[in-house]
């Protein structure tokens, strides 16, 4: 069955960094696009990032220039790498399979906190 776990969430002051990870099983991993969202407490869920099979992205303005996604096939892995952390990335971080919205599949979340 698909499975996708996260990880690498924590606590990070502000301007620090986190890499967030997110294994991925039970399916073809390269031949599907793979989607980071984030929910704050009391928002919606929103975007943050989308990457293709191939490694093209596409990234929610909040986070231009400061996320970066990537993915290795061979691992059955995405990332995000998020830098210059700000209070307002503070969120449950969870992956997806696709860039479809509602994914029928999704991660169980990981925590990031951004907090001096």
């Known amino acids: 069955q698909v499975q996708l776990v996260e990880s690498g969430g924590g606590l990070v002051q502000p301007g620090g960094s986190l890499r967030l990870s997110c294994a991925a099983s039970?399916?073809?991993?390269?031949?599907?696009?793979m989607t980071w969202y984030r929910q704050a407490s009391g928002k919606e869920r929103e975007l943050v990032a989308t990457?293709?099979?191939?490694?093209?992205?596409n990234y929610a303005d909040s986070v231009k220039g400061r996320f970066t996604i990537s993915r290795d096939n061979a691992k059955n892995t995405v990332y995000l790498q998020m830098n210059i952390l700000k209070p307002e990335d503070t969120a449950v971080y969870y992956c997806?399979?696709?860039?479809?919205?509602?994914?029928?599949?999704w991660g169980q979340g990981t925590q990031v906190t951004v907090s001096s």
């Open positions: 997806s399979r696709g860039r479809t919205y509602p994914p029928v599949y």
């Open positions: 990457i293709s099979g191939g490694g093209v992205t």
């Open positions: 039970g399916f073809t991993f390269s031949s599907y696009a």
